[in-house]
């Protein structure tokens, strides 16, 4: 099923190529060895900045330049992919050992495949680049071939495609491989001697001129630039200051990696080693373009973390940031704009200098400390839990991963709502059945509603701040709440509320419907956005915010809904609860007098509620948690530490032995309870 993926995978890359008009596909290839290329016609290869690798890169593609240009797309596209393929079958057998059966069985499908939906292939794979390949030398030199000298002769050819890849002879180096440094520097100069015999004015021009590269290609203070130097003109520093502090930095960097770089490939994590020096390379370098940055995605091999439930942890944040772009991993907010415009460049950072990775000598590197999870309550259906694999969980989870989640849900729940259209008649067309619908049902209060509150300035300023600001803040409270106080509670209350948003998804996109708002005819009142001139032929379709046609369910009462169900079951206060019954009560009012939902809107959003708990119900069991019982040879020490377990809500501690399979390691468990 795993090949499949991958199968499917490539195709769907070749048809994302080649679907592209000739002038917007492989756009770099094209403006190198294009019918006016830099590479096909007379002059320097530097005369503009659109080529920007190295004169032997220039030299190894020159004779590209007489293929077809349609034959020569198709041809690089699956060149490119079969690549890829051969980077991922490397890649999963220099796994550090030992490996599982399980493992080695999965490790070279899932490895093509996220290659394959990472940022820099993709980038590649659009623009044409030769980024895929020095990577592939590098890998295939220190896992595939025998020999130091071969080894040495592959990685010098790819520093001289990529010069920054020289690092990796210094890894060698360091490692005590040192006639496979010693050729790899060689070659390297050979190499690049070549390219200066063959074209000696283009290589003055890249190597000091440029000063190897460094003024080619896009401005290096874009966002596409994911290097120390790029982040520093972006944070506003310039000239002299900018490029000491830029050398300072990139020499503490280079230091720090390539000692935990050492260290690891020491420890026989040659894959992490790798991936370590790698990600250095990306932050040292001058210019690092997205299809620059596979390195990081190799660091997704590194194990940090103590306890199982953490192991996943830095794995997902690395598949995130190199697969997604940084506006969906983090809001549109000012202040965290330095973290979005250069999350590649700090993953690779984290990677080098920072990521706790475990060695293999570290009594938790097959056996971390194991997650506490409760025993389910019997069902009143015997077919509930549908999955009994699906155990409840006792302690919270990793906060970065689960912001990290939360903000990718939401980005992809925003991008299928504003896609969720059907045109302006159809909407219109299913606003007129509601409506006819609350007629006979005698329901139909929404305009009586709406202008007796727009005729109260207070009420109508009032209802319209409530509607604005309460659908965000109090589930994101509460769900804050909940994390810290009760986690186990958490994580189920985060599953109903995950369930009923992706069923509104399918509502928004099965049935557009415009909001009395947007009912030419009707005479709504629009209180919060104002008055609006329906006859603009585009009014209430998308627009850069929201998908205004999106009111079937209404979430806005949904969401409430689901706040105040929260709260009545889990609140200890009476007077808490009453808060939660109010909220849901104001909610609709809100939608109704402000114009912007019908009446059954809120009614299908209590059913998207409805359902998220029922599916919660039947694949999970009852919320009700109740201790585990130890087995009679797993019963602790009369003075073991007490491990606090989540019983119904209430905290109850049982005794558990220490989790320290060595005599040194400290036990790492997080104590947690429902409520102190």
């Given at each position: 099923?795993?090949?499949?993926?991958?199968?499917?995978?490539?195709?769907?890359?070749?048809?994302?190529?080649?679907?592209?008009?000739?002038?917007?596909?492989?756009?770099?290839?094209?403006?190198?060895?294009?019918?006016?290329?830099?590479?096909?016609?007379?002059?320097?290869?530097?005369?503009?900045?659109?080529?920007?690798?190295?004169?032997?890169?220039?030299?190894?593609?020159?004779?590209?330049?007489?293929?077809?240009?349609?034959?020569?797309?198709?041809?690089?596209?699956?060149?490119?992919?079969?690549?890829?393929?051969?980077?991922?079958?490397?890649?999963?057998?220099?796994?550090?050992?030992?490996?599982?059966?399980?493992?080695?069985?999965?490790?070279?499908?899932?490895?093509?495949?996220?290659?394959?939906?990472?940022?820099?292939?993709?980038?590649?794979?659009?623009?044409?680049?030769?980024?895929?390949?020095?990577?592939?030398?590098?890998?295939?030199g220190l896992f595939a071939v025998r020999g130091e000298r071969k080894a040495g002769v592959l990685i010098g050819v790819a520093a001289a495609l990529q010069p920054t890849v020289l690092l990796f002879a210094v890894l060698l180096w360091l490692t005590g491989r040192r006639r496979?440094?010693?050729?790899?520097?060689?070659?390297?100069?050979?190499?690049?001697?070549?390219?200066?015999?063959?074209?000696?004015?283009?290589?003055?021009?890249?190597?000091?001129?440029?000063?190897?590269?460094?003024?080619?290609?896009?401005?290096?203070?874009?966002?596409?630039?994911?290097?120390?130097?790029?982040?520093?003109?972006?944070?506003?520093?310039?000239?002299?200051?900018?490029?000491?502090?830029?050398?300072?930095?990139?020499?503490?960097?280079?230091?720090?990696?390539?000692?935990?770089?050492?260290?690891?490939?020491?420890?026989?994590?040659?894959?992490?080693?790798?991936?370590?020096?790698?990600?250095?390379?990306?932050?040292?370098?001058?210019?690092?373009?997205?299809?620059?940055?596979?390195?990081?995605?190799f660091a997704v091999v590194g194990r940090a973390g103590r306890r199982a439930s953490d192991r996943l942890v830095w794995p997902a944040v690395v598949v995130l940031v190199t697969t997604l772009p940084g506006t969906m991993l983090l809001p549109n907010i000012e202040a965290v704009?330095?973290?979005?415009?250069?999350?590649?460049?700090?993953?690779?950072?984290?990677?080098?200098?920072?990521?706790?990775?475990?060695?293999?000598?570290?009594?938790?590197?097959?056996?971390?400390?194991?997650?506490?999870?409760?025993?389910?309550?019997?069902?009143?259906?015997?077919?509930?839990?549908?999955?009994?694999?699906?155990?409840?969980?006792?302690?919270?989870?990793?906060?970065?991963?689960?912001?990290?989640?939360?903000?990718?849900?939401?980005?992809?729940?925003?991008?299928?709502?504003?896609?969720?259209?059907?045109?302006?008649?159809?909407?219109?067309?299913?606003?007129?059945?509601?409506?006819?619908?609350?007629?006979?049902?005698?329901?139909?209060?929404?305009?009586?509603?709406?202008?007796?509150?727009?005729?109260?300035?207070?009420?109508?300023?009032?209802?319209?701040?409530?509607?604005?600001?309460?659908?965000?803040?109090?589930?994101?409270?509460?769900?804050?709440?909940?994390?810290?106080?009760?986690?186990?509670?958490?994580?189920?209350?985060?599953?109903?509320?995950?369930?009923?948003?992706?069923?509104?998804?399918?509502?928004?996109?099965?049935?557009?419907?415009?909001?009395?708002?947007?009912?030419?005819?009707?005479?709504?009142?629009?209180?919060?956005?104002?008055?609006?001139?329906?006859?603009?032929?585009?009014?209430?379709?998308?627009?850069?915010?929201?998908?205004?046609?999106?009111?079937?369910?209404?979430?806005?009462?949904?969401?409430?809904?689901?706040?105040?169900?929260?709260?009545?079951?889990?609140?200890?206060?009476?007077?808490?609860?009453?808060?939660?019954?109010?909220?849901?009560?104001?909610?609709?009012?809100?939608?109704?007098?402000?114009?912007?939902?019908?009446?059954?809107?809120?009614?299908?959003?209590?059913?998207?509620?409805?359902?998220?708990?029922?599916?919660?119900?039947?694949?999970?069991?009852?919320?009700?948690?109740?201790?585990?019982?130890?087995?009679?040879?797993?019963?602790?020490?009369?003075?073991?530490?007490?491990?606090?377990?989540?019983?119904?809500?209430?905290?109850?501690?049982?005794?558990?032995?220490?989790?320290?399979?060595?005599?040194?390691?400290?036990?790492?468990?997080?104590?947690?309870?429902?409520?102190?």
């Amino acid at each position: 099923m795993l090949w499949l993926v991958v199968a499917a995978l490539a195709v769907r890359q070749m048809a994302v190529v080649l679907r592209q008009p000739p002038g917007e596909r492989l756009t770099d290839l094209e403006t190198w060895i294009g019918e006016n290329g830099v590479l096909h016609v007379t002059g320097s290869l530097y005369d503009t900045d659109r080529f920007s690798g190295t004169p032997f890169s220039g030299l190894v593609l020159k004779p590209l330049t007489r293929t077809a240009e349609q034959s020569l797309g198709v041809a690089w596209t699956f060149g490119s992919l079969l690549l890829v393929a051969a980077l991922g079958v490397v890649a999963a057998r220099a796994l550090p050992k030992p490996v599982g059966r399980r493992t080695a069985l999965l490790a070279a499908p899932v490895a093509i495949s996220l290659l394959m939906l990472s940022l820099p292939v993709r980038n590649a794979l659009h623009l044409g680049q030769v980024s895929i390949l020095p990577v592939l030398l590098v890998l295939v030199g220190l896992f595939a071939v025998r020999g130091e000298r071969k080894a040495g002769v592959l990685i010098g050819v790819a520093a001289a495609l990529q010069p920054t890849v020289l690092l990796f002879a210094v890894l060698l180096w360091l490692t005590g491989r040192r006639r496979a440094a010693l050729t790899g520097g060689a070659a390297f100069a050979a190499c690049t001697a070549l390219a200066w015999a063959a074209m000696p004015h283009d290589s003055w021009t890249y190597w000091v001129h440029h000063v190897a590269g460094a003024g080619l290609g896009d401005q290096a203070d874009s966002l596409a630039n994911q290097s120390l130097h790029g982040a520093l003109l972006r944070l506003g520093l310039a000239g002299p200051v900018e490029i000491a502090l830029f050398l300072a930095l990139a020499a503490a960097v280079c230091v720090l990696g390539l000692r935990r770089a050492v260290r690891y490939a020491r420890d026989g994590q040659l894959l992490l080693a790798v991936a370590v020096t790698g990600c250095v390379a990306v932050a040292v370098s001058p210019t690092a373009w997205q299809h620059q940055l596979l390195w990081v995605l190799f660091a997704v091999v590194g194990r940090a973390g103590r306890r199982a439930s953490d192991r996943l942890v830095w794995p997902a944040v690395v598949v995130l940031v190199t697969t997604l772009p940084g506006t969906m991993l983090l809001p549109n907010i000012e202040a965290v704009f330095p973290v979005r415009d250069n999350v590649l460049l700090i993953a690779a950072l984290g990677a080098a200098c920072a990521a706790p990775f475990l060695p293999r000598t570290s009594p938790y590197w097959q056996r971390p400390v194991p997650t506490d999870y409760a025993a389910p309550v019997p069902a009143r259906w015997s077919r509930v839990p549908l999955l009994p694999v699906w155990r409840r969980v006792l302690t919270r989870p990793n906060l970065l991963l689960e912001l990290l989640l939360i903000r990718v849900v939401y980005s992809a729940y925003a991008h299928v709502r504003l896609a969720a259209t059907a045109g302006r008649p159809t909407a219109e067309r299913h606003g007129r059945q509601i409506h006819s619908i609350e007629q006979w049902l005698h329901i139909d209060i929404e305009h009586r509603v709406n202008h007796a509150v727009a005729g109260v300035a207070r009420l109508r300023d009032f209802f319209d701040y409530y509607y604005s600001t309460f659908h965000f803040i109090v589930p994101l409270a509460i769900l804050a709440v909940l994390y810290v106080r009760r986690p186990a509670d958490y994580r189920w209350a985060r599953s109903t509320l995950g369930f009923a948003t992706l069923l509104a998804l399918v509502g928004f996109w099965l049935y557009p419907l415009a909001p009395p708002r947007l009912m030419p005819g009707l005479g709504f009142i629009d209180t919060v956005h104002g008055v609006q001139d329906f006859a603009k032929p585009d009014y209430g379709a998308l627009t850069a915010m929201t998908n205004q046609y999106a009111a079937m369910p209404s979430l806005h009462f949904g969401w409430s809904l689901w706040c105040g169900v929260i709260i009545v079951l889990l609140a200890p206060k009476t007077w808490m609860k009453a808060l939660g019954v109010l909220h849901p009560l104001f909610t609709v009012s809100a939608i109704v007098a402000t114009a912007n939902h019908w009446v059954l809107d809120a009614v299908g959003g209590a059913t998207v509620v409805a359902l998220g708990f029922l599916i919660a119900y039947v694949l999970a069991g009852p919320r009700r948690l109740r201790k585990p019982e130890l087995q009679p040879e797993l019963q602790p020490e009369p003075k073991a530490e007490a491990d606090v377990r989540v019983t119904r809500g209430k905290a109850a501690r049982v005794p558990v032995p220490a989790p320290a399979p060595a005599p040194e390691a400290e036990a790492d468990g997080e104590a947690v309870a429902g409520k102190p």
